[in-house]
Every structure is written in structure tokens, then in C-alpha cells.
């Protein structure tokens, strides 16, 4: 029973860290075109991304059912994927790189998940194709691997021809008309962003902590509980259907990222909002809608992407409209050589974490 709370815990850690390592993915460029202050675009991240935890448990069900066999997914297991997670994320928050918060976690989970079978490749649920499509199919390669590829293609793709539209559309605008329109336009698209980023972080511990109760549900920790902690028995799916997540767990992991994100995250805002290509209200408008759009298509099919991925490659986007001259292609090399470590990174990490558990003897 400790050990359940303990799972429980460590995933809201990783939730508050989240929180404030993401902030700068929907208020990067709100900051650097100077539309709010700092502090309010913080409470701006806070409040969509609060509400956006309430919309919806697709993400949620594909962490909790969808990624490695719940069999081995015990307590000290999904405690080593979480330390994990949350090692990668400090670690790329201290040096400022925008890495995915969300593949450090599925890294993690991946990781833990292999060692603690003893290196048994079919824990982990590579490929469960659908009949109908592709993107109602299971496993890691599509829920993970092929959004992973598409997001960051589409963000790219999108934001550079969303701005090219933007520029023919306003070519015979004033620029202090510009300016004035679009920095009240990318409230909105900001608060969108932040609604998105709600929809697929928060949801991915939601995931973590169901898993944690299922598991011990069937391992039968939960048989003697009283009734006033009831409400920690989560029963499997049946064949077909995806894991219930308790409303409980929606509030609590939603607030905990709110007051994460109210922490902000500066270092990562500096990357994206100044040092890889400067920004107008106009260009942080057609990078936010663009995210946006990918973020909540994924989370409407329980894609759980990156949104770190999805606001970078925006950014890039709309600067290469911008011209490709005005891009810093260094920071560019540094952010993508963080994104490649972040999933084998986190799950070799997860994995040495496991064995040393088991050296230990905490884990069989």
C-alpha cells in the first residue's frame, strides 16, 4: 500500500516539474513578442493548462493500457520510470533545451518495463494495427513512434505555409497595424496552445497513476482496503475497451501541473522565445494556431506528442518563412540532438534504475 502512494507521489513530482518545464511551450513566444509580461503569460499557462486536464482522457488511456504489459508495470517499476523521466527533465531544463517531456516518460516506462522482464522485448507493446485506421491502431509504433515522426513534420510544414498565407494576406498592411491586431489575436492563440498542452501533458501521469492502481487491484493490495479508500480499486478493461480514469485522478494531477506551471520555466522561454529566430505578434500568432491544431487533433485520438516538438517546429516554421537567414542554426542542431537522446536516454536511465532495484533486491 506505501508503495501505491509512494507511485502516486513521485508521478505528481514528475506532473509539478512538467508543469514548469513546459510552461515555455505555450508562452514562449507570447513572452518574446512581448504581448504579456512574464508573469501574466505564466498565469495565462496556468489556467488553460488546468483547463485543458479536464478535456478528455484519450492520452491518459494510452499510457495506462496501450504501451507495456500492466503485468510488470508494479509500483517499484513505474517509481524507476518516473525517477527517470524526471532526471531527463532536469536535466535538460538546467541546460535550457526545449526536450519532450512526454517521450522522456514513455522512454522511462519502456526502460523499466524491459529490465524489470529480464530483457523480455514482448513487454513492451510494439504494434496493435486497427482494421479501420491507422490512427485508431495500439502499441508504441502508433501512438508513439509515427505521431513522434508526423507532429514535428506537420509543425514544420503548417507553420511555414500558414505564415507564407500571412504574409500575402497582410502585404499591404502598416506594421504598427499588424503588430496591434495580432498581439491581441495571439491571446487567443496562446490560451489555445495552453489548452492543448493541458489536453496531453496532465493526461500522461493521469495514465502513470491508473496504472499504478490497476496494478495493485490485481495483485490484490487493494482486497482488505476500508471503505473510505475505496476509491483507489480500478478494475481492468474488458477486451476492446480502454481503462476508466477516476475523476479524482483528473483533478489532482490538473492541479498539481497548474501550480507547476505557475512556477514557470525561464531558461527553456529564452531558447524558444529569443535565441532561435526573432519574433513579432504576428509570427508568435501563426506558431501558436499552428501547435495548437496539432496538439488537440493528437489529443482527440489519444496521441500522446510532444508538445515541446510540435511549439519548436512551429517556431521553425514560421522563422524559415521568415527567412532562412534569420534562423540560429546552431540552437536548432542543439534542440534536435536533444529530442534524439530523449526516449533511448530516459529508457536506458529507467533500465539501470531497475537493475540497481533489483541488486538491491527491491525488486524481484
Not at 503569460?41 to 485543458?52: E, F, I, R
Not at 476509491?231 to 476492446?240: N, S, V
Not at 516538438?309 to 527567412?323: L, Q
Not at 536533444?338 to 541488486?359: C, D, E, G, M, R
Amino acid at each position: 500500500m506505501t508503495l501505491i502512494f509512494l507511485v502516486i507521489f513521485v508521478a505528481l513530482i514528475f506532473t509539478y516539474i512538467n508543469g514548469f518545464h513546459d510552461t515555455a511551450n505555450s508562452i514562449a513566444t507570447v513572452v518574446a513578442t512581448k504581448v504579456l509580461s512574464p508573469r501574466q503569460a505564466v498565469m495565462l499557462a496556468a489556467v488553460t493548462n488546468l483547463t485543458g486536464a479536464f478535456f478528455g482522457t484519450a492520452v491518459a488511456k494510452t499510457i495506462s493500457s496501450g504501451l507495456v504489459d500492466a503485468k510488470v508495470a508494479t509500483s517499484e517499476v513505474l517509481i524507476c520510470a518516473l525517477l527517470a523521466a524526471i532526471f531527463w527533465n532536469l536535466l535538460t531544463w538546467w541546460f535550457g533545451m526545449p526536450a519532450s517531456s512526454s517521450h522522456a516518460l514513455i522512454g522511462g516506462l519502456c526502460g523499466a518495463a524491459l529490465a524489470a522482464s529480464h530483457n523480455n522485448w514482448s513487454t513492451i507493446i510494439w504494434s496493435n494495427p486497427s482494421s479501420q485506421h491507422w490512427w485508431l491502431g495500439a502499441g508504441l509504433l502508433w501512438k508513439v513512434v509515427i505521431p513522434m515522426i508526423l507532429s514535428p513534420v506537420l509543425g514544420l510544414v503548417i507553420g511555414f505555409f500558414f505564415m507564407g498565407l500571412l504574409y500575402f494576406l497582410l502585404r499591404n498592411w502598416r506594421p504598427i497595424t499588424v503588430n496591434h491586431v495580432f498581439g491581441k489575436l495571439q491571446l487567443v492563440s496562446a490560451g489555445v496552445m495552453g489548452l492543448g498542452h493541458g489536453m496531453n501533458d496532465a493526461q500522461k501521469t493521469m495514465g502513470i497513476i491508473a496504472l499504478a492502481l490497476l496494478t495493485g487491484t490485481t495483485s490484490g493490495v487493494f482486497d482488505h482496503l476500508p471503505n473510505w479508500l475505496s476509491f483507489l480499486r480500478t478494475e481492468a478493461p474488458r477486451p476492446g475497451q480502454s481503462m476508466h480514469i477516476a475523476h479524482w485522478i483528473t483533478v489532482l494531477c490538473a492541479l498539481t501541473m497548474c501550480a507547476g506551471t505557475a512556477a514557470g520555466g525561464w531558461r527553456i522561454i529564452k531558447t524558444l522565445g529569443h535565441k532561435m529566430v526573432r519574433l513579432h505578434p504576428v509570427h508568435g500568432f501563426a506558431a501558436e494556431t499552428t501547435s495548437a491544431i496539432i496538439l488537440l487533433t493528437a489529443a482527440k485520438f489519444g496521441m500522446p506528442v510532444s508538445t515541446t516538438h510540435a511549439v519548436t517546429t512551429s517556431i521553425m516554421g514560421v522563422g524559415c518563412a521568415k527567412g532562412l537567414n534569420q534562423m540560429r542554426f546552431d540552437v536548432v542542431e542543439r534542440i534536435l540532438w536533444a529530442w534524439t537522446l530523449t526516449l533511448p536516454a530516459s529508457a536506458l536511465a529507467a533500465y539501470l534504475f531497475v537493475k540497481l532495484a533489483q541488486l538491491a533486491g527491491w525488486i524481484p
